[in-house]
């Protein structure tokens, strides 16, 4: 036996392989080698079942929503509110009114940072966030803080890559925190935050908060919203949705009170120029022709989950992950960054003598897809005392055989660059 | 390993990137730039010293992946003695050739020594912004800026 064989790999189970088929993209090769994606965190492919409800829509039933009587756009208006009514359901909304659709996770953000905190802030309070947030959600924070004279403060993270729970409670009792943000599941280590005790937490400080879900929403983490948290958004592109499309979901009593994100069609109830009234939320947010095609695509990505075995699929990606983390002792230069208990499928590395990028390079040119760099967590990367880290992120139709695949790579990158 | 990536990382690009050439800070220099590329975050500064417009000095620095370090590497030992004109003219030459290197894959006639092995990354045009960086760098350097950001769709 060599040193690359010690640990057995698991078989893939058939139910794996089942869903497997779903997924067209899956039988593509990349350079003379099958597609092995562990790039999921960063988008994940779409099932059939989502590329021919688009499909269809596109074919039959597309017209504009929410202003025609005639029968096309009806039944367009009808599909674009039947998935309004999936996603509220999907998170545990209390009324479908409270489903905002967006670009994305991104917009969302944006659309909460300006619309509900900024009219909120004065100079001098203190947005929270954590250490370990995606740009998406301390980018648009930074911007309201510049423009209104509060601060972001960010709550640390430990070496683990764990959100330092105590120094997060402390900051909320002791400074002047008005809006706190947090990321369920982070997309550059895996952690799992310990979401209802963060929304305990700011709801005993009585803060608002935020929780950024679209790494948690992919492995089955939908319960933000129920737990209390005011807001939650997520991508649907990285839960087998088209990109484009995204969702804000909130509180509807607070949704009334902000004003709207941008201006345009379909989010006001009349116009003149001696002024302007708008429509209740969702519509007031809404503003234009929105992503109608995408809004389906997304219906049609949580009727096919519900479709599945869904805990037996995510127990597979839990057992990738370990079986990763397991055979990671092999490479005697290669560190895991983020070793929380409780994480998502990611398994993110360096690699002694190599750089992410070089990694990524290798990996490619057999068929493996990973990401390398700083994901979108620059302050993250700054507090671990590292440039970036190569990421390989699992969904459930990923195997044991590529995860094999992928350490057969790292050894040759390593005897190369070692 | 698979032939173009064996062209990649050929030895002479390993061995700049395991063991670069002038790879430090330069105490003396009268010119420095740090220049970065955000799709990355890997980061290259350039240090040079002029005198009597001569290059009499030239290190770099920088976290950086293999194609990077090994053009940072070459570009410390092409450039020495060069007039800054010179460098100017030559940064500027290789730039416009590595930007076209998925066009035409050979390494120009009037290149000689390692610097042809960067021409390798024509196969692998996402990672042509690695070599050229630190010869974008160069360039901010010798203009007196002391930072440069790659733009995210340069090469
Ligand atoms: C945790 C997290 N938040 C927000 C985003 C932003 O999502 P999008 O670019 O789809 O708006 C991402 C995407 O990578 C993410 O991983």
Redesign the interface.
């Known amino acids: 036996m060599t040193a690359q064989s010690l640990t057995e790999s698991p078989a893939t189970p058939p139910l794996v392989e089942r869903v497997r088929q779903d997924f067209p993209i899956l039988e593509k090769t990349v350079h003379g080698h099958p597609l092995a994606y562990l790039d999921n965190a960063a988008s994940i492919q779409r099932p059939l079942a989502v590329i021919s409800r688009v499909d269809a829509y596109e074919r039959e039933g597309h017209a504009n929503i929410h202003r025609g009587v005639h029968t096309l756009s009806q039944s367009a208006t009808e599909a674009y509110e039947a998935a309004r009514a999936k996603v509220a359901r999907f998170l545990g909304a209390q009324r479908e009114e409270e489903i905002i659709f967006t670009r994305g996770a991104t917009e969302a953000i944006n659309l909460v940072a300006q619309s509900f905190a900024r009219p909120r802030l004065r100079e001098g309070d203190v947005i929270l966030l954590t250490e370990m947030e995606h740009h998406a959600n301390i980018v648009p924070w930074q911007m309201i803080a510049a423009a209104t004279g509060a601060r972001v403060v960010a709550a640390p993270v430990t070496e683990e890559g764990e959100l330092d729970l105590e120094r997060f409670g402390t900051l909320l009792r002791e400074e002047p925190v008005k809006m706190c943000a947090v990321v369920h599941a982070s997309n550059s280590l895996g952690t799992i935050n310990p979401v209802q005790k963060l929304v305990e937490l700011c709801k005993t400080a009585g803060v608002p908060v935020l929780v950024d879900i679209a790494q948690a929403v992919p492995h089955g983490l939908t319960g933000a919203y129920a737990a209390g948290a005011d807001f939650v958004v997520f991508s649907g592109h990285k839960v087998f949705a088209p990109t484009g499309i995204g969702v804000l979901c909130g509180r509807y009593g607070t949704l009334e009170t902000m004003p709207p994100y941008q201006g345009g069609g379909d989010m006001i109830e009349r116009v003149s120029f001696a002024g302007t009234t708008f429509k209740a939320p969702p519509a007031r947010f809404e503003a234009g022709t929105p992503h109608i095609s995408g809004a389906i695509g997304l219906g049609a990505a949580i009727d096919y989950l519900d479709s599945l075995d869904l805990p037996a699929l995510y127990a597979h990606e839990s057992a990738l992950l370990r079986y990763a983390t397991q055979r990671a002792a092999e490479l005697p230069g290669l560190r895991i960054w983020g070793t929380a208990p409780e994480k998502v499928a990611v398994f993110s590395f360096t690699l002694e003598g190599a750089h992410p990028h070089d990694i990524a390079t290798f990996l490619d040119t057999d068929g493996i897809a990973v990401r390398a760099g700083h994901h979108c967590c620059q302050p993250l990367m700054q507090r671990l005392g590292i440039a970036g880290t190569a990421r390989a992120s699992f969904a459930f139709y990923n195997t044991f055989e590529e995860v094999d695949r992928l350490f057969r790579g790292l050894h040759r990158i390593a005897r190369i660059f070692g | 390993?698979?032939a173009?990536?064996a062209d990649?990382?050929q030895e002479i690009i390993?061995r700049h990137?395991?063991s670069p050439h002038n790879c430090r800070a330069l105490p003396e220099a009268s010119h420095r730039s740090q220049g970065r590329n955000p799709?990355?975050?890997?980061?290259v500064e350039i240090y040079l010293n002029i005198e009597g417009g001569h290059i009499r000095g030239v290190t770099f620095q920088g976290?950086?992946?293999?194609?990077t370090r090994a053009s940072a590497s070459m570009l410390t030992e092409a450039l020495l003695g060069k007039t800054t004109g010179e460098a100017t003219a030559f940064a500027e030459t290789l730039l416009k050739e590595l930007r076209a290197a998925d066009q035409t894959p050979e390494a120009p006639a009037h290149l000689n020594g390692d610097l042809r092995a960067l021409f390798a990354v024509g196969r692998?045009p996402?990672?042509i912004p690695?070599a050229t960086l630190p010869w974008i760098t160069l360039k901010a350097a010798l203009a007196g800026q002391p930072r440069t950001l790659l733009s995210p769709s340069a090469k």
């Open positions: 390993m698979n173009q990536l990649l990382y390993l990137h395991k799709v990355c975050g890997d980061e976290q950086a992946c293999a194609i692998f996402a990672r690695c």
